[in-house]
């Protein structure tokens, strides 16, 4: 069974860091692409970063220059790394597989989240 597991979140202030993990499981791990999302209280889910098989990787704009996703394939799992927080980036954070590779939804397959919350 595809399974991915989120952990890293917490309490953090503005301008400070933290590096969130994706623990994925269940599926061979260099054909997928991986996601993360972020739902922010009464709104819709953001897709703000995704890495596919080759290593490509892209980000929304509300992100760059800040969140750095990367990979560890011998240990199938993915970062997030987030550095510079603002209180706007608050949300329940999810990690989400492609099986397609295409870094688009819908994805076929998510975790059930990591909160994190940016203090001013």
């Known amino acids: 069974e595809v399974q991915l597991v989120e952990s890293g979140g917490g309490l953090v202030q503005a301008g400070g860091s933290l590096r969130l993990t994706c623990a994925v499981s269940g599926f061979t791990f260099d054909d997928y692409s991986i996601g993360w999302f972020r739902q922010a209280p009464g709104e819709e889910r953001e897709g703000i970063s995704c890495?596919?098989?080759?290593?490509?990787?892209h980000y929304a704009d509300s992100v760059k220059g800040r969140f750095t996703i990367s990979s560890d394939n011998a240990k199938n799992t993915v970062y997030l790394q987030m550095n510079s927080l603002k209180p706007e980036d608050t949300a329940v954070y999810y990690c989400?597989?492609?099986?397609?590779?295409?870094?688009?939804?819908?994805?076929?397959?998510w975790g059930k989240g990591t909160l994190v919350t940016v203090s001013s």
């Open positions: 890495i596919q098989s080759d290593g490509s990787f």
């Open positions: 989400a597989a492609d099986e397609y590779n295409s870094c688009s939804e819908p994805m076929d397959y």
